[in-house]
């Protein structure tokens, strides 16, 4: 158990720095076949795995039983992107605990995947996403589904387990005998016949486990309450020598300062938006911001060997955060086996009430009093609203998922995210009716396929904002009235395009009144089908504060926090310079990558396009440009040369267009916003770079934030141009931002 709580952390934050495999001596696995034989101790056990490969990028795919239908095999894959959705009509399983049965999984090159029980057809079916790709920094594990999975895990016995780095006919799985060898000869092999759990085919040679997990008479056991977990690490791993020696206080001592070094030499990790201590964070989403006590508080998400938590920092100038203990964690004794996104406000006896999903269970509450908010009681009567179940004719009408509450006079009310989102009120914390549904009818603009989730609802000067996220599209938000216990929307806007990672958003109000909002931003290769990159541990990054508010002729003011400015040094300016006609200007002695540019633009007669370029290398071999594109009235952060160094942009792109149904153009190499100038106004844009992450703010009404990854460690140039036409520059300012993150 010790062991395996610092190998979830191991497993995230050390890969690129203990000796991996290259992909050169460890070819990545994409089509394949899974084979275990399995005995389930009981047949009405829920979501464990009895053979999971895990890529350490959210990515999975596993012979899991029961997850979604009672007593049924099926494939388990990272969001169910390629998961069976109707498995009703598959066969139950009848096998007792001492009946060994084979379950074979097969991934065509062509996409398809086809179950096989004892070597018959189980079930064949095309998933909604492509292969997935498992690098040489992929584990293998046999109990919990994938690494950062909740708390259910396969309990019974297994007798062998081998992967297959091709897709086998049913004549060759037929042809399989448990701890015989085989032709072809699989790329993984476990027999547990020797008395251990090693690898024969030499591809992962390190294991550890977690609660009651054994080697007994050639069969690997899985009993007892938790997550009994066994976990298969790949060759050249060296991170069971670390943990070995990681409790030892000295060793723990020293083993920390190598990591903080680690840190402060990483070229990618944010200096100053906020980053997870413990390096990847997947999801990382913002929860339960709320000004208390004076104090700003937010929360996120993060993974051990727990499950889903949700962490908890502090602050009271919204740059500088104390970490707390977490402020959620999946109860041992509880129905949640894992802390989903939520949300935070003050109930009718003035408590702290968070509002959040219970994975496996609904969506749940806790109330705290404290005044460091440390310490939550979560309700004995949790699910407040319990998952409805697939033959539940409720599943129609609701999800039970990401719940966002407040007060409205003696009344609670809560929208829960959905397709559709729903509204449920009641008078009391535990006793929760369904309302209806949260929309009284949908904003042009919006998709039938696009859910509303991680919502969030608020006043808004004379209107209500609903700030949310589609998973398909990012962050999005409404702006209309809510009336009759119903959202009638007026308009509908994104804050993310394609090409961009902003997700998750999450508010509070402050002393001041300012609605201020953070998102989650990813690392924009997440989704690729590549393994492991650089600065990928660093997917755990929030977004500078943003406060919205209302301009005058009702849309949506974007603008930075005030309490940036303190971070500003060494201040550089000039005015009255003019860029002509396709003749760049480099700025001399204006350079950097963590820096806060502040320019007042004039375009002049014939301007096309316009703007800077940051981050260019000496070579010009890299470069961003942000640029006003005034005849396609757009704002455009064009990522092409962003980097010549290992983050495949377009691979991205294509990964992230195969299940969001919109990234249709397979060349996009940017991220494009509406944005226009009227006749005569000047362009006032805000420009913040801070190594792999860039946001620009545009005349207080649009904004864009994105992940780049320069390889040229020279790459701080900052270079203005136009098209077209002459841009008078009336003024430039230009800042370092001094580093608020410990490292």
Not at 553 to 571: H, Q, V, Y
């Amino acid at each position: 158990m010790r062991n395996f709580r610092f190998l979830v952390l191991a497993v995230f934050l050390l890969p690129t720095f203990l000796g991996l495999a290259s992909a050169d001596e460890i070819k990545p696995i994409q089509a394949k076949t899974l084979v275990v034989w399995a005995a389930p101790d009981n047949l009405d056990q829920r979501g464990g795995s009895a053979l999971t490969i895990d890529n350490l990028h959210n990515g999975f795919d596993g012979i899991v039983f029961g997850e979604k239908v009672a007593k049924r095999w099926m494939a388990g894959s990272n969001g169910f992107s390629r998961t069976q959705a109707d498995q009703k009509a598959n066969a139950e399983e009848t096998a007792g605990p001492s009946t060994f049965v084979q379950i074979a999984i097969v991934y065509d090159q062509d996409g398809e995947i086809s179950i096989y029980r004892d070597a018959k057809p189980y079930v064949s079916y095309m998933p909604g996403a492509g292969l997935m790709n498992f690098g040489p920094e992929s584990v293998v594990m046999i109990g919990k589904r994938h690494v950062t999975g909740n708390n259910a895990a396969f309990t019974g016995a297994i007798d062998d387990a081998r992967i297959y780095d091709r897709a086998l006919t049913l004549e060759q799985i037929a042809a399989l005998k448990p701890n015989r060898p085989s032709k072809p000869a699989p790329v993984a092999w476990w027999t547990f016949e020797d008395g251990s759990a090693r690898d024969l085919a030499g591809r992962f040679v390190d294991s550890v486990t977690m609660g009651d997990v054994k080697v007994v008479d050639g069969k690997l056991v899985l009993r007892g309450e938790g997550t009994p977990t066994w976990m298969a690490m790949p060759r050249k791993n060296q991170i069971l020598a670390k943990l070995n020696q990681a409790p030892k206080g000295e060793n723990l001592i020293g083993s920390s300062r190598k990591i903080r070094k680690r840190l402060l030499a990483d070229p990618y990790r944010p200096t100053y938006h906020f980053v997870t201590p413990e390096g990847c964070a997947i999801p990382f989403d913002p929860n339960g911001a709320i000004f208390w006590n004076g104090e700003y508080h937010l929360g996120y998400i993060f993974t051990d060997e727990r499950g889903c938590c949700w962490g908890h920092v502090s602050s009271n100038d919204l740059l500088h955060w104390r970490w707390h203990e977490p402020w959620l964690v999946p109860s041992p004794d509880g129905p949640d086996r894992g802390i989903f996104s939520g949300s935070c406000f003050v109930n009718k006896k003035g408590e702290a009430t968070m509002l959040f999903h219970g994975v496996g269970a609904g969506n749940c509450i806790a109330t705290c009093s404290d005044p460091n908010l440390d310490h939550w009681t979560k309700l004995p009567s949790n699910p407040i609203v319990p998952n409805p179940a697939d033959d539940d004719p409720n599943k129609k009408k609701f999800q039970s998922w990401d719940p966002h509450g407040w007060v409205e006079g003696d009344t609670y009310y809560a929208v829960f995210g959905g397709t559709p989102p729903s509204v449920f009120k009641a008078k009391t914390l535990d006793k929760w009716e369904y309302v209806g549904p949260f929309l009284h009818h949908q904003a042009e603009g919006v998709d039938d396929f696009e859910d509303l989730s991680c919502p969030d609802f608020f006043k808004l000067g004379d209107k209500y904002m609903m700030l949310g996220i589609s998973h398909p599209r990012g962050c999005r938000y409404y702006l209309g009235d809510w009336k009759d216990e119903q959202f009638h929307p007026e308009t509908h806007g994104r804050m993310n395009w394609p090409g961009g990672t902003f997700f998750a958003p999450e508010s509070l109000v402050d002393n001041q009144g300012r609605r201020i909002m953070w998102a989650w931003v990813l690392h924009s290769d997440l989704w690729t089908a590549g393994s492991w990159n650089p600065g990928g541990e660093w997917c755990g990054t929030m977004s500078l504060p943003r406060v919205l508010s209302l301009a005058r002729d009702g849309s949506l003011k974007i603008e930075p926090i005030e309490e940036l400015k303190r971070l500003r040094k060494n201040e550089k300016s000039l005015e009255n310079l003019i860029v002509k006609n396709g003749q760049p200007i480099k700025l001399d002695g204006i350079e950097g990558n963590t820096l806060e540019l502040n320019l007042k633009l004039r375009p002049g007669k014939g301007v096309k396009r316009f703007g800077l370029k940051v981050c260019c290398s000496p070579d010009g071999k890299e470069e961003t440009p942000v640029v006003v594109d005034l005849e396609k009235k757009s704002l455009v952060v064009d990522v092409s040369k962003s980097s010549t160094g290992g983050h495949k942009y377009r691979e991205f792109v294509l990964a992230q267009g195969r299940v969001s149904k919109d990234h249709g153009n397979p060349e996009l190499t940017k991220q494009e916003a509406p944005f226009e100038l009227a006749d005569g106004e000047t362009l006032d844009l805000t420009v913040y770079i801070d190594r792999s992450i860039l946001e620009v703010f545009a005349n207080d009404r649009q904004a864009l934030c994105q992940r780049i990854y320069p390889a040229d460690p020279k790459s701080f140039g900052i270079v203005l141009f136009a098209k077209g036409g002459d841009v008078q520059v009336e003024s430039l300012q230009a800042w370092e931002i001094v580093p608020t993150n410990a490292w």
